[in-house]
């Protein structure tokens, strides 16, 4: 599915997924970042996480690293002020991913 075939409701959970991260930015003093638990099937770990503060757009893909990953750079591609890095466990166990505005933008806000 491209972007203009992106849902409402889609575009909306997007939008306000980028905004919770602006805000978790500021609050946090420049970045933002999750560590998400990976289960042995390979999928990340979601249980418990829904409606809550943790993963704040994670809930929009399904539980693939490829999924999130995805979701991500559609957040950046619409928030091009974003800037997501990953890292992953060696092991397999968890996923990481850090997010911060870009660096122009904060010389701006200064």
């Not at 409402?8 to 933002?32: F, M, N, T, V």
């Not at 042995?40 to 999924?67: C, H, M």
């Not at 619409?78 to 997501?84: A, G, H, N, V, Y």
Request: net charge negative; charged share 30%; aromatic share 6%.
């Amino acid at each position: 599915m491209n972007r203009q075939e992106e849902s409402p409701d889609i575009e909306a959970e997007i939008s306000a997924s980028a905004q919770g991260l602006h805000e978790r930015i500021k609050q946090s003093g420049g970045q933002y970042s999750e560590t998400l638990n990976i289960l042995p099937s390979g999928k990340i770990d979601l249980s418990g996480q829904k409606d809550s503060t943790l993963s704040l757009f994670a809930n929009l893909a399904d539980e693939s690293r490829e999924s999130i990953m995805a979701r991500a750079k559609e957040i950046q591609d619409r928030f091009p002020d974003l800037s997501f890095n990953f890292e992953m466990d060696p092991h397999g166990k968890w996923l990481k991913y850090t997010v911060s505005e870009k660096r122009e933008n904060l010389e701006q806000a200064a």
